[in-house]
C-alpha cells in the first residue's frame, strides 16, 4: 500500500561564537565595548554577520580607525545596512543545515541546480534499498478519486515490483555480497518514480539562502520545492530576524527588500 508522506524540514544546524576567542581577538586590535553588548550566553548567528562586518573595516567602536568617527549601535540597523549596500560577502560565514526529510528526487534534481554556497550529502538509493515507494500527494490530488485510484495502483505495482526484484535477485540471502546488493539495488532504483520521498542534508549560507529562498518560492516554480522552500524562509526568518525581515510574502511567494545581496 503507497505510502503518504509530507515533506519536512529540519533544522538541525547553526553558527555558534566563541564569546572568549572574540574577546582575546579584540583585546588585540580594540573594540571590545562592542562585545560587552552582546550577551554571552545569548549569542546569535546575526552576532557573527555584524562582527565580520565591523571587522572589514575595524567599526568595533569610533576611533579605531581614524576614518570612522560614527558608527551605528544597533544591530538591525547596522545588518538593514549589510543588506542594503549588498556586503553580501559577510552573509557567507553564517551556514545553517537543514534535513529535507521525505522530498521527491523532483525536488532534489531542482535543488543541486544552486551551486555557490551550499553543501549536500544526499541518501544513496544504490545502498538503500526501496522496500517501499513513500509519496507526497498535494492536497488538490488527494481530493480526485479517480486520480488517486490510478495514481495509487501504479505505485502500488512499483513496490511489488522492488520486493519481488529482491526476491528475484536473492538479495537477502546469506552471504550476498555488498558489491552484488549495491549493483541489483541500482538497477532496482530505475523502477522508482521521479516522486519517491528521499532525503538530505543541505547546508548553505545566509547568501545563497536568500536567493534560493526567493527563486524557489516565486509563483512560476514547482509546487514541492515551494513549500518547501516557504518552510524554510519561516525557519530563516525566526534565526535571524534582521537578515530576513526585509521579506514581502504574497502567496507563498517570497520577495526580498534587497535582491542578490
Ligand atoms: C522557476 C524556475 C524554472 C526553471 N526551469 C529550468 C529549466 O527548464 N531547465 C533548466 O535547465 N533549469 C531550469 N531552472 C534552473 C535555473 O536555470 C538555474 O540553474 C537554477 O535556478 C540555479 O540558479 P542560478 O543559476 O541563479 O545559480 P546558483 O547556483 O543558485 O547561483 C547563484 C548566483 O550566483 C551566480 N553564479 C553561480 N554560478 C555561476 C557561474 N558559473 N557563472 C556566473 N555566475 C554564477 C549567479 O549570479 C547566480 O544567480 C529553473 C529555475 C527556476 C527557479
Not at 581577538?25 to 565580520?52: I, K
Not at 479517480?146 to 520486493?163: G, V, Y
Amino acid at each position: 500500500m503507497t505510502r503518504h508522506v509530507e515533506p519536512e524540514v529540519f533544522l538541525v544546524a547553526r553558527p555558534e561564537l566563541d564569546f572568549d576567542e572574540l574577546g582575546r581577538y579584540l583585546e588585540d586590535v580594540g573594540g571590545l565595548s562592542w562585545l560587552e553588548r552582546l550577551d554571552r550566553d545569548q549569542l546569535t548567528p546575526q552576532d557573527l554577520a555584524e562582527f565580520a562586518g565591523r571587522l572589514c573595516y575595524r567599526s568595533f567602536e569610533p576611533g579605531l580607525n581614524p576614518n570612522v568617527t560614527r558608527i551605528r549601535q544597533d544591530q538591525d540597523a547596522y545588518l538593514r545596512n549589510i543588506l542594503a549596500s549588498a556586503h553580501g560577502s559577510v552573509l557567507e560565514h553564517l551556514s545553517f543545515s537543514f534535513v529535507l526529510h521525505n522530498v521527491s528526487r523532483v525536488l532534489t534534481h531542482e535543488l543541486v541546480r544552486h551551486r555557490p554556497g551550499v553543501a549536500i550529502s544526499q541518501e544513496s538509493l544504490r545502498y538503500v534499498r526501496l522496500s517501499d515507494i513513500p509519496f507526497w500527494f498535494p492536497e488538490w490530488a488527494r481530493e480526485d478519486a479517480e486520480l488517486m485510484k490510478r495514481a495509487t495502483e501504479m505505485l502500488d505495482r512499483m513496490e511489488e515490483f522492488q520486493i519481488w526484484a529482491a526476491d528475484h535477485f536473492g538479495l537477502d540471502e546469506p552471504g550476498v555480497e555488498f558489491a552484488v546488493k549495491k549493483h541489483r539495488t541500482s538497477f532496482m532504483r530505475r523502477f522508482a518514480p521521479e516522486g519517491v520521498a528521499t532525503g538530505l542534508v543541505w547546508t548553505a549560507n545566509v547568501r545563497t539562502l536568500r536567493n534560493v529562498i526567493e527563486a524557489r518560492t516565486a509563483p512560476g516554480a514547482e509546487e514541492e520545492i515551494r513549500l518547501v522552500f516557504g518552510r524554510v524562509g519561516e525557519l530563516m526568518r525566526e534565526e535571524c530576524p534582521a537578515l530576513f525581515g526585509d521579506y514581502t510574502v504574497t502567496d507563498g511567494a517570497w520577495a526580498p527588500g534587497w535582491r542578490k545581496v
